[in-house]
Every structure is written in C-alpha cells, then in structure tokens.
C-alpha cells in the first residue's frame, strides 16, 4: 500500500509542478504584454488588454482547479504485453514535449472512467480513484475489470471507493466536489448532443442535479467556439439553491456559466417571493400572453371627440380620424408599442402640419412649403399637442404596464371579460407592492410586446455588432502579428476589444440585455415551471437547445403539470427523454418508505434502487398531539448518536416559526429558519423550502399534515421524506 501511495505522490507531484510551470509562464506572459509601449493607438491598447485579460483568465482558472487537480486513473490494454496508464482530472495538462499528462474529465478517452463497467470494460483493465487531500494523496482505491489483475501488490481493494466515500460524507450546505462520482448512467446522458431539448426525468438522490451541472461543463468544453459567444444558462428554483450548488461548476474546470433564479430572468428585477396559489396559477396560465398583448394594445386609443390644441396662440382642430388614421398606419407596421410609437407621433406630426397650414390658410396667411418644417417645429414644442400624442399612444415601461393591470381594477375588468370576480380579486394589488416570482414572464412577454423604451438603443444594437465585426478582422490581424496562431481564437480576442476598461462578463453582458440569447439553457426542478416561465425560457434560446431535469412526482406548485408532454407544451412537443433510476444519496430504508408512501397516494414515481443501506432504520415518534416537544426530543435523540452533521426539521408552514423558537432555547445560534443560511447545523423548513436540499438527518414532522396540504400535498411529503442521505426522524401527528 505504502509503495503504490509513493508512486501515486511521486506522479501527481509531477503534475503539480507541471501545473506551476504552466502557471509561471502564463504570468510571464501577462507581464510582458503589459510591459509593451502601445503609445496612443486606441486598438494597439485594446489588443494589448485583450491578451492580458486571457492570460488573468488562464491564470484564474489554473488556480481555481488547484484543489483535486487529479482525481482518477484508467489502466488500460496497449499491445499484447504492454498497459497504458491513463490519468483523470479537472482539466488537461501536456509535459514540455507536449506529451499528454492528464486528461481534462470531458475528453472522450476519459469518458471509460466513468462508464466502464465488469460487463462492458471498455478497453480498461482497472479503474483507479484518488483521493487528495491539499497536494497529498492519502488514498487510493481500485476497480478491476480485468481477473489476471487479482491478487498482484499493484492492486489497492480494500475501502468503499470514491462513489461511496462521496455518498457517506456528511453534508456542508454546499454540493462537494462530484466530479469523480459521476456513474455510467449518468455519464451517458452527460455526453448527449447538443442540439434539441433533452429531458432527465429522475426520482430524488438520483444525481439530476450532478447531470445537469457536469452537463452544462461538458457542452461548453466540447462546443467552445458556439457556446463561448452566447454563454449557457442554468435556471434553478431559488437564489439559495443556486447558492448551494454555484461552487461546483467552478471545480469542474468551468466558469463561463450564467446561474439564474426563475425570479432573476428579467434585467433589473429580482423577485423572491411568489404569489399565493390562486394567484399564481392565473398568472402562470397561458392565457396570459393574450391578455398581456390586448393590454398593450389598449394604451392606443383614439380620442372620442374633436380636440382644439393650442400651437403658438392658434387653435388648431383635430377630429378623432387624423389621430386615427396614423394610428392605424403605425400599427400595420407590426412593430412593438414603443417603437411603432415613433412612427405614430412622425406621422400624426405631419398630418397636423398639414392641417394647420390649411388652417393658417383659411385664415389669410400666406403658408408655402418652405413654412413647414417651423410648422412642425411649433407643433413638437406645443404643450397641448405633446399631451395629444401621448394619451394617444403613450410610452410604456413593462413594470408599469404590469403594476397597472394589478393595481387598476376597472381597466383590469375590461381586458378580462371572461374572468370571475373573485379571480380578479386574486391578482389585485397595491402599485407599490414589489413583484413576485409570477410576475417575472408577465414583464417579460411585455417587453416583448412594448420594446424598447428607448428607440435609440436599438441603433447602438446596430452599431455594436458592425463594431464586432470590425474587431473580428482586428483580432485576426493581431494574432498573426504576435505569433499566437492555435493559443487564442479571433472570438476569444475579439471580445476583450473595448472602448473603456470596463470588463464585463457573459454573465453581466446577459443580466442587463433581455434579449441575449443562449446557446443551451438548463433547467433544474423543471416540473416546477409554468407555462409563461416556458414562454420566457423559449425566447432566451431560439435555437430550442435544452436540457431539462426534473422530477414530476416532485411537483409542489399549483402551476406545474402531470406529465412532461402537458409541461413542455409551450416549448416544444419533439423532446428526448431519458430516466435516471439509481439513487445514490437516499438510502435504501427511506428510498423504499418513501416510494411506497407516494405510490400510496397515486403520485407518478420514477422508481429507483438505491445502493446502500443506513446504519439506521427509519425512526418513529408519536407526538400525542404534541408535534413541537416531540420534534425537539427527536433533534436531540439525533445529536446524541455523535454524529455531527447537517439535520433539518421540515414541518408545515404553520409549526415552523414555533419549531424554531423552542429549537433556539435548546441550541442557540446553531439553529437558522428557513433557507437565509444553509451552513447552520440545524434549519429549520418547510417542505417547499427544502425541495433540491440535502441534509445528513430530517425530523419531519406531521407528515399527514403535510400531505393533506392541497392537491400537492403528497408530492410535498414525497421531497420532504428523501432530503436525508443518512437518518430520517418522522414525528407522527
């Protein structure tokens, strides 16, 4: 053991210290080009800090991967006698002679580590898993495929191997490092092409979540030049579940991922709490669209009655028909409300010059064609007649044309004909009341409907992709001129030209530009999404490249659907769908308690085989009507075993704030509420706060509470039984 530890230490500090050279010359490098004298030639600078910026990349991600650089080794067959060692890790590492030292996980000759299997070995002999601690191995662990392997000293059997090792460990609030975990199964569906929409459907503890992540790194690894440019988006629940898992892409070698909230898709609004349910279904409805697009249309209105506006001291009369008729004229354009609004007050100006040049006329002034442009310069500085124009067709913010539905009940009435009372009453609320998770589409579709609230930034649009292009053939240029050909691509360059030294980031490019669009999107807990949040989703990739993970039995809100087709019905119809059915976090006992309470309660479970079994079997406690003293004596009976670790008590909303408060008198400060921090050693949630988590132990308390909560009742019992990888406590009603 000890020889092959030595030999394993005496390779990966190689690597590292191939690691450190790399690093060394990369800051070399970045000193020397900030050493050049560029002078006062503006792209000279800009190329100069498009190469330093690449190189403070390189040199961020090569300190970023420092931690479990090298996490694994293929032996495989080579020739009758000989055997190829093949070593995995974070990303891809060449020696001086740029020989081949480690492989980057995502590289197809990597892909044997995790799909070998004793069936189906794939050319491997052995698969080997290291386990680092800092620079220093301290364990190995072998696979062996190949029987002739058995018995010799180079062979290390003993301990659970990685993928246990990783199940075991105790939770921290964060997802750990996973990269060396991922299993066959899940392998298959991470490597899947890229175009289209592809769903993993997943019972809970079976890595939808792992897929998704490892997924999102190997697209941008092995489509860098598509995705590069555009970026891939993951949506999550919650700011707090994207909190709980941002520190994994990272490890896996990547950081050019844009990791969003389904409150944070629309620029400049972070909504964090949702409507209650009534209001949420209507509001997720697809019916929606309509009534967002006929509510702008409504803001055009052609005055009832003759107008007399007053244009430098003359009366000038205006019948409803001339507003009418450049109305309809800007509206058979198509454009959005803002900027056919230009083209509507252009035209009605020069129809009101006209009118009041005949008008003048009539009058006995002399008016030629010379005196119109005055005319119409009087008309644009007239009081009365910017008043005219904007009741007419007045500018529109998407905020306030929302806040306007809500918060103006007869017009609200007018648009919703076929609405009842009681459903208008449900959305109605005050102009100042910050907006929801809900509302995030509706402002959505409705700047999608309005445009641009300035016109002028459409041109800018215009002028900055004329503006790349230049920098495109700049780039080619510069990297002939510097002798960089393979190193760096014109794109990657390109996008460092800037006329200031502001940097920004895909993602920051992507949080103020609601119409960026992504090259894939990834969506975790899907079966949570309405049909307006598809809707969103569906501009912000044109392409329609997905991949969607979820779990229908886990649906808890009033909006989601029974089936996929039902979900995706506003996405698409032409979907791919694969199944995870191994359950690695849950273990056996709680994975077969819960499968057959859900299936009790008619839920559409995915089933699943979990590969281990706890130390413990499920704990039971019956509270005697008592719930909040006998969930307390259920958290220090789980304290007691001397198990440190993660425990959460996931309760019914209503036993949630007291839990806390009789909690706090026992641990103090060791115990939060809700998902504000998930580092404390006891939390305290509901079951909707706990969906995507995962803890060491759960006392779950009133499950048929729980269950009997609405029609998502069951589903909500369902996530809150699997959230524990160790111990579950169920404190019975």
Known sequence: MASELEREQEYVSGLYARLDAIKSETRAQLTEVRRQQVGGN?????????????????????????????????????????????????????????????????????????????????????????????????????????????????????????????????????????????????????????????????????????????????????????????????????????????????????SGVVLMSVGQLYPGVEATTDDPADAAALKGDARMADLIKRAVRSRQVVPSETQYLDVNGTSLRVRPEVIARAMRRAQERNEPHNVARVTFNRLALRELSRLLAEQLRRGGSTVDDDDLPVLAADLRDSYDVRVALNTAWMPLTPEKLVQDLWARPNWFASLTPDWTEAERRAVRRGRDEPFTVSDIPLLDEAAEHLGAFDPAGDARKREAARQRERDLENAEHAIQNMQVEGMVSAETLAAGFAESAERLTTAERAATDRTWAFGHIVVDEAQELSPMQWRLLRRRAPLRSFTIVGDIAQASTVTAADDWGSALATLTQDFVLEELTVNYRTPQQITELAERVARERGLPITPSRAVRASEWDVFRTESAGRPVPAAVEAVAADRALGRPGSLAVIAPSALVEPLAAALESQHGGDVALGRRTLAAPITVLTPQESKGLEFDAVVLVDPDAIAADGPRGPSALYVAMTRPTQRLHLVMG
């Open 42 to 254: 503006h792209q000279a600078r800009s190329e100069r800090d498009a190469f330093a910026r690449i190189y403070e990349d390189r040199i961020a991600q090569l300190d970023e991967v420092d931690e479990r650089l090298v996490f694994g080794r293929l032996e495989l067959e080579d020739g009758e006698d000989d055997t190829e060692l093949r070593y995995i890790g974070r990303i891809g590492l060449r020696d001086a002679d740029l020989e081949p030292i480690l492989l980057d996980w995502r590289v197809p000759k990597a892909s044997a580590f995790y799909q070998a299997t004793a069936a189906n070995p794939m050319g491997a002999r052995a698969r080997r898993h290291l386990m680092t601690r800092g620079r220093k191995v301290i364990r190995i662990e072998d696979e062996v495929f190949d029987e002739e392997l058995l018995g010799s000293d180079s062979v290390q059997l003993q301990g659970e191997g990685a993928l246990l090792a990783a199940l075991t460990a105790q939770r921290t609030g964060r997802m750990g490092d996973i990269v060396a975990t991922i299993q066959a199964e899940q392998d298959r569906i991470i490597r899947s092409e890229l175009r289209g929409v592809l769903v993993v459907q997943g019972g809970p503890g079976t890595g939808k979540t792992a897929v998704a992540l490892h997924r999102a790194a190997y697209l941008l690894y092995a489509h860098r030049e598509r995705l590069a440019r555009s970026g891939v988006l993951i949506v999550g629940p919650s700011r707090s579940f994207l909190e709980y898992i941002e520190q994994v892409l990272p490890s896996l070698g990547e």
